[in-house]
C-alpha cells in the first residue's frame, strides 16, 4: 500500500514536499516515481528514482525546481517541489515500477497511491 502526503494549497513560488510511505511490503529493490493529473487532462511523468537512488530522471517541465528522493529505511519517498507555478496544481500520484531502472511511463509502474492534491494559487 502507498500512501500520499503533504499536498495543499500553496502560492506561487512557494514550495511543498510530497511523501509516499509505503506499508505492507518493501520497495527497495525497484524504481518509484511520481506522475500527476491536472484536471481535464491525461497523467503525466513528473520523476521516477532507481532502487539504488542514485540515478533520477524529471519531466522537462519540472527539472530544476524539483527533486525526487528516497529513504528506504523508512519505506518512504519524497518530492521536494521548489518554484511553484499555477501549472503544477494537479492530483501527484506515487508509485512503484516492475523494474530497478526507472521509467517515465505509467506502464512500468504497479503499484499506486491514492493521490495528494496540489493546488498553486494566489
Known amino acids: 500500500q502507498l500512501v500520499e502526503s503533504g499536498g495543499g494549497l500553496v502560492q506561487p513560488g512557494g514550495s511543498l514536499r510530497l511523501s509516499c510511505a509505503a506499508s505492507?511490503?518493501?520497495?527497495?529493490?525497484?524504481?518509484m516515481g511520481w506522475f500527476r493529473q491536472a484536471p481535464g487532462k491525461e497523467r503525466e511523468f513528473v520523476a521516477t528514482?532507481?532502487?539504488?537512488?542514485?540515478?533520477?530522471q524529471y519531466s522537462s517541465s519540472v527539472k530544476g525546481r524539483f527533486t525526487i528522493s528516497r529513504d528506504d529505511a523508512k519505506n518512504t519517498m519524497y518530492l521536494q517541489m521548489n518554484a511553484l507555478k499555477p501549472e503544477d496544481t494537479a492530483v501527484y500520484y506515487c508509485?512503484?515500477?516492475?523494474?530497478?531502472?526507472?521509467?517515465?511511463?505509467?506502464?512500468?509502474?504497479?503499484?499506486w497511491g491514492q493521490g495528494t492534491q496540489v493546488t498553486v494559487s494566489s
Open positions: 508509485a512503484v515500477g516492475r523494474w530497478p531502472g526507472g521509467s517515465i511511463a505509467d506502464y512500468d509502474y504497479d503499484y
Open positions: 505492507g511490503s518493501t520497495f527497495s529493490s525497484y524504481a
Open positions: 528514482i532507481a532502487w539504488s537512488g542514485d540515478d533520477t
